[in-house]
Structures are given as structure tokens and as C-alpha cells.
């Protein structure tokens, strides 16, 4: 789930100090879940134009913090807004929930 790479990147950007790298983490989370709740609601009105929005900002958030394959969805549905692709966004829904909790699960136990 996580490219773990990014706690070295974060020591870098941060110093050494492992309960900052996790603070920032954690600042992460709710940021996360409002990415999550912008794109159902996207899903619900079939707004494509504010689907690629949000999930470009899902996407850059989680590069941010190395969580890969909540990154790789957000590309996914960013395309999909694009394109007013309806059929990729609900055959990947379930993944964006479960990798999103999967990662907010991950951050919450550091």
C-alpha cells in the first residue's frame, strides 16, 4: 500500500524526528476522507468536470505521502472525470473505499 521510501523522503524534508514524519501523516487523514466524500458526491451528481477535481487532488495528497495505490485511483478517476467516463469510476468505486480506509487504517496506528 504505502511506498514505505517516503519516510526517508520525509526525514529529509523534515529532519530525523519520526513523531513529526507521523504528525504529518496523520494531518493527512481528514483531507483524505474529504477527498473521499467530494468524489461520491461527484459520483452521485454524474459531475464529471468536479470529479477530475477532486480525484487530482486525492492524487496529489497521496503522492505526498507515498500512499501509491490510493494515488493510482486518483488517476484513474481524474481520466475518468475527463473523459466522462461513468463506467471506469463505478467499476472502481469499491476499490477508491477500500484502499482509502486500507490507508487511513495504516496512518491512524503509527
Not at 501509491?68 to 477508491?96: H, K, M, P, R
Request: contains cysteine; proline residues 1%; negative net charge.
Amino acid at each position: 500500500m504505502f511506498q514505505f521510501v517516503v519516510f526517508d523522503v520525509l526525514a529529509e524534508m523534515l529532519g530525523d524526528d519520526e513523531e513529526t514524519i507521523k504528525m504529518m501523516l496523520r494531518d493527512f487523514v481528514e483531507p483524505l476522507s474529504e477527498s473521499l466524500r467530494e468524489i461520491q458526491l461527484c459520483c452521485k451528481r454524474r459531475n464529471s468536470e468536479e470529479l477530475k477535481m477532486a480525484a487530482h487532488k486525492l492524487k496529489s495528497s497521496a503522492l505526498v505521502i507515498g500512499a501509491s495505490d490510493l494515488a493510482i485511483i486518483g488517476q484513474s478517476f481524474e481520466t475518468a472525470g475527463d473523459e466522462d467516463n461513468w463506467s471506469t469510476v463505478n467499476e472502481d468505486i469499491l476499490n477508491l473505499v477500500q484502499s482509502m480506509t486500507k490507508t487511513i487504517d495504516y496512518i491512524e496506528k503509527l
